[in-house]
């Protein structure tokens, strides 16, 4: 299906630099995933031009002339990731948000947490005082047009820590990873604010949603910001659709062109059997009989740990059957 041109055409990528609230160049029912994050009304400054400390009324009126046209636009079936947070003094505005989405037209199927910072690892912007605690994760709303949803969790899912599991509730060694998303954020919000964009998300959240989707083609960002979600289509082959309506073009491009890189999955066992293998390696009774050193399958598991740590080379986007396997698995085979 041909769409008109774009103001920005990168590969299989479309961005159209006006409001989403009309989308008079997608067709009805062409779309099968939009991933988004709406502007949150909370003062950020993604433009002179644009006020992001509306009446709640006309922001929420924006939020569902957009919702709208994500509703007509998507297929039957198809799903609506919808990214939204609180912030630490500012809770209930996404419940709010989902709400709207449901009024026009949307039902919920399941929310997810997205944890974008975990005992040291990650960013968050801390809330002022020592009354409240810091807002470290966001929702995304999984919306679907019309049910059932068109989704198989497992092609992002992950290997088993215990591989006796194997076997036991299904063949492979491939698992559901749960509705609580660990991305961390590898960058402040001062960091991209001097990349020129104050709120995008890490390109894995909209790469995690659309992989989830079966046989999906083509992908819709209503509130395309930096490109995210259209960078994490490209690297899956997507066709991808992206709206910008305070568009900085430059910006969007270098998104564009930047490879994606997906941090390998690291089961938290696994890491942890490792770092005793490693302690007990270096410790002073090492290489003696008593007590004894680390078994060769505690070994082998510990250098197989730390060669994940290494920066990964390539794209690494392992599709169905993708999760990586561990050294047990691998000599089973
Ligand atoms: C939270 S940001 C999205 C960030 C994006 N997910 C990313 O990773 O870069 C919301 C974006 O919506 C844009 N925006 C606001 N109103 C809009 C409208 N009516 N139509 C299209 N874009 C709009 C803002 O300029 C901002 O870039």
């Known amino acids: 299906m041909d769409l008109p041109a774009a103001d920005l055409h990168h590969g299989r990528q479309r961005l159209y630099f006006h409001s989403s609230e009309a989308m008079p160049e997608v067709p009805d029912r062409s779309v099968d995933v939009v991933v988004t994050s709406p502007p949150y009304n909370r003062g950020k400054r993604y433009h002179p031009r644009y006020s992001d400390r509306q009446p709640s009324d006309s922001y929420h009126a924006l939020l569902d002339r957009v919702f709208r046209e994500c509703y007509r636009t998507l297929r039957p079936g198809g799903t609506f990731f919808l990214n939204v947070g609180d912030s630490g003094t500012d809770q209930g505005k996404a419940e709010a948000v989902v709400r709207t989405a449901q009024a026009a037209g949307f039902h919920r199927h399941q929310t997810l947490i997205w944890v974008k910072s975990l005992l040291g690892r990650g960013h968050f912007t801390p809330v002022r005082g020592e009354r409240n605690f810091s807002n470290v994760f966001e929702y995304v709303y999984v919306l679907v047009r019309d049910p059932p ?54 390109v894995e959240l909209p790469l995690r949603a659309l992989r989830c989707v079966p046989g999906a083609t083509r992908a819709l960002d209503p509130f395309a910001g930096t490109g995210a979600t259209l960078a994490a289509a490209e690297a899956l082959g997507m066709e991808g659709i992206g709206y910008e309506a305070f568009p900085r073009p430059e910006v969007i491009r270098r998104r564009l062109e930047t490879p994606v890189h997906v941090p390998p999955v690291l089961l938290l066992p696994e890491l942890e059997r490792a770092l005793r293998t490693l302690g007990s390696l270096l410790s002073p009774s090492a290489g003696r009989e008593e007590p004894p050193g680390p078994s060769k399958d505690r070994w082998e598991e510990a250098r197989y740990v730390l060669s994940r740590l290494r920066p990964e080379r390539g794209p690494g986007l392992p599709g169905a059957t993708g999760g990586r396997r561990g050294p047990r698995s691998r000599r089973r085979t």
């Open 149 to 202: 949803p068109h989704l198989d969790v497992l092609r992002v899912g992950i290997p088993y820590a215990d591989k006796s599991n194997v076997g036991r509730y299904r063949s492979s060694d491939l698992r559901d990873a749960g509705n609580v998303w660990f991305i961390p954020y590898s960058e402040t919000t001062g960091a991209s604010v001097k990349k020129g964009h104050e709120a995008p998300f890490p």
